[in-house]
């Protein structure tokens, strides 16, 4: 497989929108989980290489006034390090290194504030359809440049695992299953757990 080349510390080089909403990761702490997820603005509709509402909520100009669901996130400071849009085109947002805001109140393997040491990666879509065989190309590819470069990455799971109590994503249609048999060769696939 081919591995997605480092452009900077942190940056792959693939499409960067550069977030502010990140901070330091603590000390001393192994980034060993990636964290997958799935996203739509607005919810069920699939148009940020059209309209970049995604790419606005991460950068915080998402503008209120174009959809009435935008009222209630426009102000929210989230980010992840990567959305893998429909066609399955990656984007990145912050640097690996840096901790980006996309877990919340978490929980993985007893171990609280799952942002501190761990990779976000949101696909374009949502609970209720399935996703494009694009994103799980870009996808797997993403997951062996990671593995390749973050050597202390070992776990992969999804946002509902770590916060079953408010998430539900990346949903039911997210094939687990295809993406075991895919990355089983490089990740050892008793370490997805969802």
């Given at each position: 497989?081919k591995?997605i080349?480092?452009?900077?510390?942190?940056?792959?080089?693939?499409?960067?929108?550069?977030?502010?909403?990140?901070?330091?990761?603590?000390?001393?702490i192994?980034?060993s989980?990636?964290?997958?997820?799935?996203?739509?603005?607005?919810?069920?509709?699939?148009?940020?290489?059209?309209?970049?509402?995604i790419?606005?909520?991460f950068?915080?100009?998402l503008n209120?006034?174009?959809?009435?669901?935008?009222?209630?996130?426009?102000?929210?400071?989230?980010?992840?390090?990567?959305?893998?849009q429909?066609?399955?085109v990656?984007?990145?947002?912050?640097?690996?290194y840096?901790?980006?805001?996309?877990?919340?109140?978490?929980?993985?393997?007893?171990?609280?504030?799952?942002?501190d040491?761990s990779?976000?990666?949101?696909?374009?879509?949502?609970?209720?359809?399935?996703?494009?065989?694009?994103?799980?190309?870009?996808?797997i590819?993403?997951?062996?440049?990671?593995?390749n470069?973050?050597?202390?990455?070992?776990?992969?799971?999804?946002?509902?695992?770590?916060?079953?109590?408010?998430?539900?994503?990346?949903?039911?249609?997210?094939?687990?299953?295809?993406?075991?048999?895919?990355?089983?060769?490089?990740?050892?696939?008793?370490?997805?757990?969802?």
């Amino acid at each position: 497989m081919k591995k997605i080349k480092i452009q900077a510390p942190g940056w792959l080089a693939v499409k960067h929108i550069y977030s502010t909403n990140y901070n330091l990761r603590p000390e001393n702490i192994d980034i060993s989980l990636i964290v997958i997820h799935n996203i739509s603005l607005p919810p069920e509709e699939f148009e940020n290489q059209k309209f970049g509402y995604i790419n606005q909520l991460f950068t915080n100009c998402l503008n209120k006034n174009k959809h009435d669901y935008f009222k209630t996130i426009y102000d929210n400071k989230v980010s992840s390090h990567f959305l893998i849009q429909r066609n399955g085109v990656i984007i990145q947002y912050v640097s690996t290194y840096l901790r980006a805001w996309h877990a919340g109140i978490s929980e993985f393997k007893d171990i609280k504030n799952c942002n501190d040491y761990s990779i976000g990666i949101e696909l374009e879509g949502s609970d209720f359809c399935g996703f494009e065989d694009e994103q799980y190309s870009s996808l797997i590819q993403l997951i062996y440049s990671l593995k390749n470069y973050h050597t202390t990455l070992n776990y992969i799971t999804s946002h509902s695992h770590i916060a079953s109590n408010r998430k539900t994503d990346p949903g039911k249609f997210f094939n687990w299953k295809y993406l075991q048999e895919e990355i089983k060769d490089f990740w050892d696939i008793n370490n997805i757990i969802v």
